[in-house]
């Protein structure tokens, strides 16, 4: 299962060239996983490994819209298929402007339960805790954050997780990508 995940991620997620990623920061390496993980293969197999990543102790996955989208979704139902019970929060970006209001969008567990983030790529991990922070302001618990690809080029993720109290896991690293 990697080895395929891992060549489809090279084949329809991956260039490089001159790129400025979403931190605003250039790069030379471009990842994209949505062309998996809104493939129903890539993204079967993508929530299979990222199961095997969630805290134990979690009963939801969540993370930021849109790239954790189809990944929330997936770990759900792989877990409904395993027999599981891990249920999927969406995190918005902005509060929504009517209604509600809310800030997290799915079947909420009570107050005090364990969450995982789910990201598609890390760069800063700015995104991932921004999620983190909405669900431990809704009162949930969060230690772990994981993600498809860490793309390693700089300590300042691993640091801003560290100093959130977040465990980092991730299932391949730009380097493995880029070769």
């Known amino acids: 299962m990697k080895d395929e995940l891992l060549k489809m991620i090279k084949e329809k997620g991956y260039r490089k060239g001159e790129f400025t990623l979403s931190s605003g920061r250039k ?20 929530s299979a490994m990222l199961m ?21 979704s997936g770990v759900a ?38 969450v995982t983030v789910l990201e598609d790529v890390v760069t800063t991990g700015e995104s991932s805790i921004k999620a983190v922070k909405r669900l431990r302001d809704a009162g949930y618990e969060v230690k772990r954050v ?8 700089n300590e300042e993720a691993n640091t801003a997780f560290k100093l959130a109290g977040l465990e980092f896991y991730s299932l391949f690293s730009l380097e493995e990508i880029s070769k």
């Open 27 to 46: 790069s030379e390496h471009y990842v994209n996983c949505k062309p998996i993980t809104l493939d129903g293969r890539g993204l079967a197999i993508t």
């Open 146 to 153: 994981v993600s498809i690809i860490d793309r390693q080029e």
């Open 77 to 114: 139902i792989m877990s409904a298929l395993n027999r599981g019970t891990l249920s999927g929060l969406i995190v918005r970006k902005e509060a929504k402007g009517h209604g509600t209001n809310q800030y997290i969008e799915g079947p909420l567990p009570p107050e005090g339960s364990r």
């Open 52 to 72: 095997e990543c969630i805290d134990e102790k979690s009963v939801a996955v969540a993370g930021l819209t849109l790239g954790a989208d189809p990944l929330v």
